[in-house]
């Protein structure tokens, strides 16, 4: 199973990335829970849009206190990227216009341009 979860994990980092010609340095779902927040650093160039009105989240994971609400459109320049406790793709990164940071899955997030790195 968790075999499993990596394979879909990689596979969604690949799609992620193939439209931004950058990189992702090895991933590990390391976390000793799903509300642990890893350590972030602001390494790369990314920005996209939010494809539907979201919580940013606090740490990587949906059932994570939630930062603020966010609409459909808003742009969010990624910081870097994390597999998190149950092998998916989140964001870490500011809310266009504000000094507001948290955490997204890479799935509700266009990319528009630049490179995505590890956090």
Same mark, same amino acid.
């Given at each position: 199973?968790? !075999?499993?979860?990596?394979?879909?994990?990689?596979?969604?980092?690949?799609?992620?990335?193939? +439209?931004?010609? $950058?990189?992702? $340095?090895?991933?590990?779902?390391?976390?000793? $829970?799903?509300?642990?927040?890893?350590?972030?650093?602001?390494?790369?160039?990314?920005?996209?849009?939010?494809?539907?009105?979201?919580?940013?989240?606090?740490?990587?994971?949906? @059932?994570?206190?939630?930062?603020?609400?966010?609409?459909?459109?808003? *742009? !969010? &320049?990624?910081?870097?990227?994390? @597999?998190? &406790? &149950? +092998?998916?793709?989140?964001?870490?990164?500011?809310?266009?216009?504000?000094?507001? *940071?948290?955490?997204?899955?890479?799935?509700?997030?266009?990319?528009?341009?630049?490179?995505? *790195?590890?956090?």
């Amino acid at each position: 199973m968790k !075999f499993t979860k990596r394979i879909s994990a990689v596979a969604a980092t690949t799609a992620l990335l193939a +439209g931004l010609g $950058g990189t992702v $340095g090895a991933t590990s779902a390391s976390a000793a $829970g799903p509300c642990d927040r890893p350590s972030v650093t602001n390494n790369s160039s990314a920005y996209g849009y939010f494809l539907g009105d979201y919580h940013l989240k606090t740490a990587p994971a949906a @059932e994570c206190g939630n930062v603020t609400s966010v609409k459909k459109g808003a *742009k !969010f &320049y990624v910081w870097c990227a994390v @597999e998190n &406790y &149950y +092998g998916h793709v989140w964001v870490y990164g500011r809310l266009n216009g504000t000094n507001t *940071k948290g955490w997204e899955s890479g799935d509700n997030v266009s990319y528009e341009s630049g490179s995505l *790195k590890h956090c």
